[in-house]
């Protein structure tokens, strides 16, 4: 049986100090339908030491773990039952830890009281949604206005060998040296290991002020808590308004191998630059990784330019096995960022310009039926292609590790997916690849959640 550990908390980091209205709200919403995704992420996050990619897993392992938010004359109590007794040390909790409980309560209840049903903002619109993310943001203290561009999203697999893990690391000591920050999904694997990595080499520069910045959801985060090297945590409502806040924020995106869920960011980023109204957009992409996982790039390269045209190849760079040189690219693109923010008096802190069609933005919400209804097939604009394949994978990263998309394909079997024949083909050689190179699970055997009718 996990040891565990009862106990009361303040918040630090994120609502320390609140009104009595604000209090009152809180308190509501704690024993409202919020309580269940509180619940689960702050789960996740007590238990981050634990390597693990499945939500339910973790609720199973501790069905009596509850929070509750206690209204306070000076602000709130968070009351702990039952937590896992690693997120402490000597009873008090760890600070880091404190500071990502703060961030998901920050993010999860603003979302709530501010943004969803809000009629300062239309979600059914483009301009709506892009205008919530940069508030959710904001609220975050994550748009700061006095910083040079610096932030280079790096995205990749939580499941990667050693060797992978070890190379990440390196390409982020690479940029650490070079003045670069990092933003990642915050959890384990190519999310960690360019943070850490550039840890070092901001200090070796006595860079005081390194940002680490976690981009995550409720469904992701469940499963993938925040690496303790993570310093500022944005939790956004859904994997659209995250993808979105990734290419906002950013500077560069480095994209080192994953699996489905890298699949799905590499589709959306390049459906967005593919876009018309981006052909000019300044947004320095990397494809990264070792010798040995060249293949893995292979076949994303082979399934874009298939899927999507050649052009698609003007969007990124391939860079194997040369963390030097991906750094200096990467620091080169920053620099041309800049130039071209200055040049059209765009801000630094959020990409107002870049065009994101409202099929991206959209929430998809995979069920069986949705997954099934996907079109699929070439006889569509390639951005719009792109929009589609990328919900496909999102349909099998919430049957691979999120709660809701477990339960659903434990009740009725695999989500079906349909594609022309040469596109299902290629599909199908794509997904193999990565079960064969283990890409899909970072623990035990792997049982697809698909299945290509």
């Avoid at 009596?64 to 007794?85: C, M, S, W, Y």
């Avoid at 943004?115 to 904001?138: K, P």
């Avoid at 993570?230 to 699996?259: Q, S, T, Y």
């Avoid at 604009?381 to 994978?393: G, I, M, T, V």
Wanted: hydrophobic share 40%.
């Amino acid at each position: 049986m996990a040891n565990t550990l009862s106990t009361t908390i303040s918040p630090e980091g994120s609502l320390e100090i609140l009104s009595k209205h604000e209090v009152n709200r809180l308190h509501d919403t704690s024993r409202s339908g919020l309580h269940s995704v509180l619940r689960s992420c702050a789960l996740a996050v007590l238990s981050s030491s634990k390597p693990s990619d499945s939500g339910l897993a973790l609720l199973e392992a501790y069905p009596d773990f509850d929070i509750e938010v206690h209204q306070q004359d000076r602000g709130v109590r968070l009351k702990l039952t039952n937590a896992p007794a690693e997120a402490f040390v000597d009873g008090q909790m760890i600070r880091g830890i404190r500071e990502h409980l703060s961030s998901v309560l920050r993010d999860i209840v603003y979302v709530y009281n501010e943004i969803q049903g809000h009629d300062r903002f239309d979600l059914n619109t483009s301009e709506g949604t892009t205008n919530a993310v940069f508030h959710i943001l904001r609220k975050a203290g994550t748009l700061q206005a006095n910083l040079d561009p610096s932030l280079v999203v790096c995205w990749g697999g939580h499941s990667i060998s050693r060797e992978e893990y070890d190379y990440s690391k390196a390409v982020g000591y690479q940029l650490g040296l070079r003045e670069l920050d990092i933003c990642t999904g915050c959890g384990p694997g190519a999310m960690k290991g360019p943070m850490k990595g550039a840890n070092v080499a901001h200090a070796k520069q006595r860079r005081s002020h390194g940002r680490y910045l976690g981009v995550s959801e409720p469904g992701i985060i469940a499963a993938e808590a925040p690496n303790p090297i993570v310093n500022e945590l944005v939790v956004m409502p859904d994997i659209e308004k995250r993808l979105e806040a990734f290419v906002r924020l950013g500077h560069a995106i480095i994209i080192f191998p994953g699996g489905v869920g890298t699949a799905e960011e590499i589709l959306y980023l390049m459906g967005i630059l593919m876009h018309p109204d981006n052909a000019d957009m300044e947004l320095p992409v990397v494809f990264s990784g070792l010798s040995e996982s060249a293949e893995y790039f292979q076949r994303i390269d082979e399934f874009l330019v298939y899927s999507l045209g050649e052009d698609v190849r003007r969007h990124y760079h391939i860079i194997i096995d040369d963390p030097v040189e991906v750094a200096r690219f990467v620091r080169s693109g920053v620099d041309r960022v800049t130039g071209y923010r200055v040049s059209r008096k765009d801000a630094f802190y959020y990409n107002w310009r870049l065009t994101i069609a409202r099929d991206f933005q959209k929430p998809f919400d995979p069920t069986h039926e949705s997954m099934g209804a996907l079109a699929l097939h070439r006889d569509q604009p390639p951005h719009e292609l792109a929009a589609n394949l990328r919900r496909a994978f999102s349909g099998i990263v919430a049957g691979n590790v999120k709660e809701r998309g477990v339960r659903l394909i434990e009740a009725h079997g695999p989500f079906p997916l349909h594609a022309e024949p040469d596109l299902m083909q290629r599909l199908d050689t794509l997904l193999t690849s990565f079960v064969a190179q283990g890409r899909m699970k970072l623990e035990g055997d792997y049982t697809p959640c698909y299945t290509l009718v």
